[in-house]
Each structure stands twice: as structure tokens, then as C-alpha cells.
């Protein structure tokens, strides 16, 4: 089993719509969480940390829940530039205080006209 | 300035060549990472330097030698490479755990064994 699994889509959705992405993962030393974006032949770029009471950036909304070891993303009044792969992303502590960064596969979203 | 510079951005290179790869960030970051991306995959950890020193190997094959000369820089020496070896090279770093701990990456070095 993978240590973080994502629905790896694709998600083909009209502009305007609301979408939601869903990750979990299987390590309970698991540190620190995050949403990544990665555009085609880029690097990936930090979308937004992702916090147990929950986090919002404009039209972005991160969940944790530390229980279910499960992370959301919820996009609304998706934009065409919206299109792109989302990588969630696990911080867990390896040896001594270091952390390694894990990621899922990325959840593959096309937003059309 | 939250930007981790990497050269060469591309790099073609034959399998008795040697090469390396660099990086650098002014963040003040004390974590570097190396990372490995195949086409459709998602970055794959190789090795974690913390403090300057190295903390996680992934079992990564010698041919790949990390070295971090000091804080900012994060170099990976290349040597007898092998045609799959062929990917993304990803450096990023973030300051060590505890705590929510974000990291950036570089632009990346794609990189071609022939």
C-alpha cells in the first residue's frame, strides 16, 4: 500500500465548478501536511499547508482529519488555469529530526471552456 | 525571496561522462532534498541533507554522490549513469521538523543519458 494515495483522476470539469480532491495517507508519525500544484515539465509549487481546523485560501479550501488520516482539497468557481496536477503531500519524521517530504501520485484535473 | 536556484536546467551526458548537478537557496533553510521525477510520476525522494549533514539515503545507487559544501548549496555528482537514470532532477529544501515545515523547489535539471 502506498503511504499516500490519491484518486489520480483525471478530473475533466466545466469552469464554475466546484471540485474536490481527496488524499490519504498511512503513516500516524505523519508531521506536517500540504497541497502541492505541478504544472506540465514544471517543478511543483506549494499550493497551500493544510491544517486540522481547517485552512482557506480565496477560492481554495484545505481539511485534515488526523483521525481518518484523510486530506482534502475543494476548489471552487474552477479557472481554466485552475488545470494542472495536484500533488498531496505528507512531511513524516525519518531519522533523527529530519523529515521526508512524501507525495501521492497527483490527482490529474483539466478545467474546459 | 522563497527561490532555489538549479543548474544546468538540461543536461545531456553519456554513460562514462561525469557531471554535476547544483543548487542553491538563500532562505536560510538548514533541510536540502534531492528528488528524482519520471514522466506521469511523482517526485521520488533520493537523499536528505539536514544541518549540512546527510540524514536520509534512500538507497539510492552510488552512481549518485550528494554533497552539501555548506548551507545554501547542495550539489549531486554524476558518474556512469545509466540510460533510465534519465528524469527531472528536483532540489528543494524547508527548514528541518518540528512543525509545519513547507518546502520550494528549483526549476529543476532534466536530465538525458545517452
Known amino acids: 500500500r502506498k503511504e499516500v494515495e490519491q484518486d489520480p483522476g483525471p478530473f475533466n470539469v466545466p469552469e464554475g465548478a466546484t471540485v474536490a480532491f481527496n488524499c490519504t495517507y498511512s503513516n500516524s508519525a505523519s508531521q506536517s501536511f500540504f497541497w502541492y500544484r505541478q504544472d506540465c515539465r514544471k517543478e511543483p509549487k506549494l499550493l497551500m499547508s493544510v491544517y486540522s481546523s481547517g485552512n482557506e485560501d480565496g477560492r481554495f479550501t484545505a481539511q485534515l482529519n488526523r483521525a481518518s488520516q484523510y486530506i482534502s482539497l475543494l476548489i471552487r468557481d474552477s479557472k481554466l488555469s485552475d488545470s494542472a496536477t495536484y500533488l498531496c503531500?505528507?512531511?513524516?519524521?525519518?531519522?533523527?529530526?529530519?523529515?521526508?517530504?512524501?507525495f501521492g501520485q497527483g490527482t490529474t484535473l483539466q478545467v474546459k471552456p | 525571496d522563497t527561490e532555489v536556484t538549479q543548474t544546468p536546467k538540461h543536461l545531456v551526458m553519456g554513460m562514462t561522462n561525469k557531471k554535476s548537478l547544483k543548487c542553491e537557496q538563500h532562505m536560510g533553510h538548514r533541510a536540502m532534498y534531492w528528488y528524482k521525477q519520471k514522466a506521469k510520476k511523482p517526485p521520488e525522494l533520493m537523499f536528505v541533507y539536514s544541518y549540512e549533514k546527510l540524514s536520509i539515503n534512500e538507497s539510492v545507487p552510488s552512481r549518485f554522490s550528494p554533497e552539501c559544501p555548506n548551507s545554501s548549496l547542495l550539489n549531486l555528482h554524476l558518474h556512469a549513469l545509466q540510460p533510465e537514470d534519465s528524469a527531472l532532477y528536483l532540489c528543494?529544501?524547508?527548514?528541518?521538523?518540528?512543525?509545519?515545515?513547507?518546502?520550494?523547489f528549483g526549476q529543476g535539471t532534466r536530465l538525458t543519458v545517452v
Open positions: 503531500v505528507v512531511n513524516k519524521r525519518g531519522s533523527g529530526n529530519t523529515g521526508k517530504l512524501i
Open positions: 528543494a529544501s524547508s527548514q528541518p521538523l518540528p512543525g509545519q515545515r513547507e518546502a520550494f
